[in-house]
């Protein structure tokens, strides 16, 4: 798992080692040179005259950058650290020039009017294109707001001159230059990975003592590239602020079935899904939960949908009777989409049904509330709140619709700019996990946060949400009882079900096109991959 804290956090970690003397510049400054070795080993270029720029702020990030900008240059690479601010880091300073480094001081003349310093910007700007290395050390977790100023300029020329615009995910790469950024990818927001202004995107970011929020949330996430964490001995006591699964975490905690389960241990999955207009949404749903391994699936709908899904997965039942966990409404037409004649076939009802009984409203019969996946059209059928063993699964465009329903004024861009706030701010208005789709798939359950990146772009196609309704439905019914018992553990299976679901497209089809049904074929081989290698 990786884990990520606050900038604030991670600077109440150093701060007794600081007071020890510890040399931490020193450690982190070594350690992203040895980094640097290392990709310029793997892009086959030599560190004996290796072209190195180094972009430098005011703070000890610019520091960082110098200081390994020295060892690169002991080891013969040519390296010119390109000075943003009038104060620069003085130890990392002297240790460049010492090693034999250049410096451009873009603030050796302040009195100069503003049409010169940009030409000789945009002349820094070019030589900078042309190394064979870029380290971005302009700002780290001191960062406040978007990049402005020297720094802002530099990275607008840089996103200029490669092609790209400000913010876009595709680096310098194409001038050649391998770009790696110190700590954070400067501009970007440490802790909430908000990206308003220009960023360097990195091909690698080496970060200090812990990764930081910004680093795995969306959008800043896309301007990352690899991530490497490099310990500094900081001791971090406190939760995580947001957290990554990785596939061994998954594995470990997959309910493989020993000798003494049966279907019903294993879960069964009630799916209320699809309709005569939109049956596809019934067939992925159940498709999905049973390929992710449920105990048994049971689909609730038409007559003639209930047909269909029986024909193409005779494993599925449609007779009523007890649920692990339910799936409620991809495929299922929600408020301005029911015809005029209010044409639901009916799902909407058997949708309010599941959901009633997964609260454990109804008692009897029905037995005790167990999880759920509420999903498209089931979201309009909430109550004002819910409890923290109800998965919502919308993405940008449907949280913003739930957050408005609730008196939030807000908009779709707000939501893509900023997913973690607002899916937070759904989390608490409506008690229950929310699991807001996208690129990056961000879930927010009580005291926990996971944002998960395991799919490719080719998963953004029709039906891929209702495989990954599917999905969780059978994971969340093999832990029925934990989940409703810990109110956490439901964000836990969650980000899970997104990772299988994205590690599943990726097997679908290497490097090309996947169609949600596809992704639904591969979830066996990809759990069976998972779990062996526990
Ligand atoms: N603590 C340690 O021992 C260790 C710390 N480490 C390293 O230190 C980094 C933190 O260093 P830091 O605290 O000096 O802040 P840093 O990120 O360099 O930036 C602050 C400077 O940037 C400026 N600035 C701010 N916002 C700006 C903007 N939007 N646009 C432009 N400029 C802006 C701001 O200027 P001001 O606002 O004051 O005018 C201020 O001068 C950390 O990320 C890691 O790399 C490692 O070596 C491990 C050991
Ligand atoms: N750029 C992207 N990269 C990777 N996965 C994506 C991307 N965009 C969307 N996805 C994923 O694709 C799926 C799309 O689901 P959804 O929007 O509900 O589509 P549908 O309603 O048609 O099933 C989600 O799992 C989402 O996380
Ligand atoms: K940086």
């Not at 069964?268 to 049956?279: D, F, L």
Request: with cysteine; net charge neutral.
């Amino acid at each position: 798992m990786i884990r990520a804290w606050s900038a604030a956090d991670v600077r109440a970690a150093e701060e007794p080692l600081l007071a020890a003397r510890v040399p931490l510049m020193e450690r982190a400054s070594f350690t992203l040179a040895t980094q640097v070795v290392r990709d310029l080993r793997a892009r086959r270029t030599s560190v004996r005259g290796a072209r190195v720029a180094l972009l430098v702020g005011a703070g000890n990030n610019g520091g960082d950058a110098l200081h390994a900008g020295a060892v690169l240059a002991r080891r013969g690479a040519a390296v010119t650290a390109v000075l943003t601010s009038g104060r620069s880091h003085a130890g990392g300073l002297a240790a460049l020039v010492r090693a034999g480094g250049r410096v451009v001081d873009l603030c050796a003349s302040p009195q100069q009017p503003a049409s010169v310093v940009q030409a000789v910007v945009q002349a820094v700007v070019q030589d900078v294109a042309a190394s064979d290395v870029v380290l971005d050390g302009l700002v780290g977790i001191g960062a406040r707001g978007p990049l402005r100023d020297l720094p802002a300029d530099v990275v607008s020329g840089l996103s200029a001159l490669s092609g790209t615009p400000e913010g876009d995910d595709r680096p310098l790469r194409a001038q050649g230059a391998w770009v790696v950024a110190v700590d954070i990818p400067s501009g970007t927001g440490v802790d909430d990975g908000f990206v308003g202004g220009p960023v360097l995107p990195a091909d690698r970011t080496v970060t200090f003592g812990a990764a930081k929020p910004g680093l795995l949330l969306p959008p800043a996430a896309g301007l990352v590239g690899e991530l490497t964490v490099v310990d500094i001995g900081l001791r971090l006591d406190v939760e995580p602020a947001v957290r990554r699964l990785e596939a061994a975490d998954v594995a470990r905690a997959w309910p493989v079935p020993g000798g003494a389960d049966h279907k019903y241990t294993r879960g069964v999955v009630g799916v209320v899904a699809g309709t005569t207009t939109y049956p596809g949404a019934a067939l992925l749903t159940t498709t999905a939960a049973v390929r992710a391994g449920a105990g048994m699936v049971r689909y609730r709908g038409s007559d003639d949908v209930g047909r269909a899904v029986v024909g193409a997965r005779p494993e599925v039942v449609t007779a009523p009777g007890r649920v692990q966990s339910w799936v409620v409404g991809p495929g299922v037409p929600g408020g301005p989409d029911v015809d005029e004649n209010g044409n639901d076939d009916g799902q909407r009802e058997r949708g309010r049904g599941g959901l009633a009984a997964a609260a454990g409203r109804l008692g009897g019969l029905a037995g005790g509330p167990v999880p759920a996946v509420v999903d498209a059209g089931g979201l309009d059928l909430l109550e004002e709140t819910s409890p923290p063993w109800f998965v919502l699964t919308p993405h940008a465009g449907e949280l913003t619709t739930l957050l408005r329903s609730r008196g939030v004024d807000v908009r779709r861009a707000d939501v893509e700019a900023e997913p973690l706030r607002w899916a937070r701010r759904a989390h608490e208005l409506t008690g229950a996990t929310v699991l807001l789709k996208g690129g990056v798939t961000v879930v927010v359950g009580p005291g926990v946060a996971y944002a998960q990146a395991d799919g490719p772009g080719w998963l953004a196609t029709a039906g891929a949400g209702d495989v990954l309704a599917g999905v969780l439905g059978a994971m969340l019914a093999a832990r029925s009882d934990d989940v409703v018992a810990s109110p956490a553990l439901a964000a836990e299976v969650a980000a899970a079900a997104v990772l299988v679901h994205g590690r599943a497209a990726h097997r679908a089809n290497p490097g090309g096109p996947v169609a949600a049904l596809d992704v639904a074929h591969a979830v066996p081989a990809e759990v069976a991959a998972l779990v062996n290698s526990a």
